[in-house]
């Protein structure tokens, strides 16, 4: 009687374990603007010399849309901080997905002071730069004005973070 229970048990635990798999894989979706978007190391200038002492970190994220024709840019790393890491902005450019190409015209800023931001030539070079350990990486590039600082264009430019703590600065 125990040999007969035992089996009942075992063929009802594998049916039961058959049951609950899910025979499709998941499909893990990728957003719009992936290849445009991520966490970069970037230094600010005007006329050559650089204003912000060094490296700052944005990011680029596709926009709730989720449409590679837009894509937020953000110097706010950490929503909690108390500021940005150069002038506190998050505002929305126009992308042009083929060129990986950016721009924005008096754009409103998201958080902090109530300015508008606008960027040309902005583009996005893949494995056109170097990380901090020579690790080739994409680069970024913009020219940024703040309504705030009107004529001052600000030129930004550097390379995608590699998530390796020896690359960050």
């Not at 125990?2 to 894989?25: E, P, V, W």
């Not at 970037?42 to 989720?66: M, P």
């Not at 902005?122 to 309504?147: A, C, L, M, N, W």
Request: hydrophobic share 40%; with cysteine; charged share 20%.
């Amino acid at each position: 009687m125990k040999k007969i229970l035992t089996g009942a048990f075992l063929l009802a635990a594998s049916g039961m374990a058959l049951l609950s798999c899910d025979s499709d894989d998941p499909s893990i979706g990728r957003t719009a603007g992936q290849e445009i978007a991520g966490e970069w190391w970037i230094t600010y200038s005007v006329d050559g010399e650089d204003v912000n002492r060094g490296y700052s970190e944005i990011i680029t994220s596709n926009t709730a849309a989720n449409v590679n024709t837009e894509m937020l840019i953000s110097d706010l790393v950490n929503p909690n901080a108390a500021g940005g890491n150069f002038w506190t902005y998050k505002i929305k450019a126009q992308v042009d997905p083929t060129a990986k190409k950016f721009a924005a015209d008096d754009a409103p800023n998201a958080i902090g002071d109530e300015i508008e931001v606008n960027i040309v030539n902005g583009q996005i070079f893949p494995k056109g730069g170097f990380s901090k350990t020579r690790v080739v990486t994409d680069s970024i590039y913009f020219e940024i004005e703040f309504s705030d600082d009107p004529g001052t264009i600000y030129v930004a430019h550097g390379h995608k973070r590699t998530g390796f703590t020896e690359d960050d600065f």
